[in-house]
Nanobody, 130 residues
Framework: QVQLLESGGGSVQSGGSLRLSCEAS????????MGWFRQMPGKEREGVAA???????TYIPSVKGRFTVSKNNANNGMYLQMNNLQPEDTAMYYC????????????????????????WGQGTQVTVFS
């Protein structure tokens, strides 16, 4: 199975940028769904951005226009470019991968469908201060 590893987190001032990387190793499904998730202390993990195998992307409204997810053609992983970061973006960020059983955006954004992601990274911390 595929193994995922996140990197690129850090501490930045409001308005700054970070580029997260999700490195993938091992085999992947032909029709896959990958997603970026984040979790604040005491809160449920939420989907942030989705990347389908056809290259299409989906974002939650709060990050649309600021975050961009793209695939890493070298290792089947993905990136998350985060611009104009805000304190509300502070969280542990995770990447996940799974078979695309339903539309990928729906798999990422619907908490009840989180079980479709069988592989998760360890997470990378993003802290944004004013």
């Amino acid at each position: 199975q595929v193994q995922l590893l996140e990197s690129g987190g850090g501490s930045v001032q409001s308005g700054g940028s970070l580029r997260l990387s999700c490195e993938a190793s091992g085999s992947t499904d032909s029709s896959f769904c990958m997603g970026w998730f984040r979790q604040m202390p005491g809160k449920e993990r939420e989907g942030v951005a989705a990347l389908a195998s056809d290259g299409s992307t989906t974002y939650i409204p709060s990050v649309k226009g600021r975050f961009t997810v793209s695939k890493n053609n070298a290792n089947n992983g993905m990136y998350l470019q985060m611009n104009n970061l805000q304190p509300e973006d502070t969280a542990m960020y995770y990447c996940a991968a799974g078979r695309a059983v339903i539309p990928c955006g729906m798999q990422v954004l619907t908490p009840q469908l989180r079980n479709h992601f069988g592989v998760w990274g360890q997470g990378t911390q993003v802290t944004v201060f004013s």
